[in-house]
Antibody, heavy 118, light 107 residues
């Protein structure tokens, strides 16, 4: 089955760290672009980061210098390291796929909730 | 940054009604505009890509149009299961941006 499964979310104090995982099955992450998109409670969608098939990366200004995206091809998994977390980073974090020539997100994971609170 | 502005923010509609949601970009994005549906407690689902291209498995009552800065998502003959939030998304340039969302309530 073609799917993305996120994990690693949880409750963390301000200033803390978490590592989110996006495990892919049914396709190879190195042949696609994987995006992280987050959604604060009751709010809209916000792009966070992307890792392209050629391993280039990009980040939203709101997370640049604090979050790091990476990929393990042997595990077919993409990671998002979240450091120096702030209360405003509280959100459901989704990973989504772009494949081929289309830059629409045709496959999304179920999301993992990150709560930053003391 | 390209800002996407959707209208309306909220709409209450009756079944079988025709619904139109608009998305306006702050600069031309040609047709690099995609539409998603998100039901409560679910992840978003792709409805339309590149402004008007249909997606396999999506009901034919969903259609899209537009180019440049003005885009429209149309739902013909609304069904109860269409109650959801709808988002537009531009892939023309980084940073990737989304519209603020339109919530559809079925009366």
């Amino acid at each position: 089955e073609v799917q993305l499964v996120e994990s690693g979310g949880g409750l963390v104090q301000p200033g803390g760290s978490l590592r989110l995982l996006c495990a892919a099955s049914g396709f190879t992450v190195s042949s696609s672009h994987i995006y992280w998109v987050r959604q604060a409670p009751g709010k809209g969608l916000e792009w966070v980061s992307v890792i392209y098939g050629d391993s280039r990366t990009s980040y939203a200004d709101s997370v640049k210098g604090r979050f790091t995206i990476s990929r393990d091809n042997s595990q077919n998994t993409v990671y998002l390291q979240l450091n120096s977390l702030r209360r405003e980073d509280t959100a459901v974090y989704y990973c989504a796929r772009v494949i081929g020539a289309s830059y629409a997100y045709d496959l999304w994971g179920q999301g993992t909730l990150v709560t930053v609170s003391s | 940054e390209i800002v996407l502005t959707q209208s309306p923010d909220f709409q209450s509609v009756t079944p079988k009604e025709k619904v139109t949601i608009t998305c306006r970009a702050s600069q031309s994005i040609v047709t690099s505009l995609h539409w998603y549906q998100q039901k409560p407690d679910q992840s978003p689902k792709l409805l339309i890509k590149y402004a008007s291209q249909s997606i396999s498995g999506v009901p034919s009552r969903f259609s899209g149009s537009g180019s440049g800065t003005d885009f429209t998502l149309t739902i013909n003959s609304l069904e109860a299961e269409d109650a959801a939030a709808y988002y537009c998304h531009q892939s023309s340039s980084l940073p990737i941006t989304f519209g603020q969302g339109t919530r559809l309530e079925i009366k």
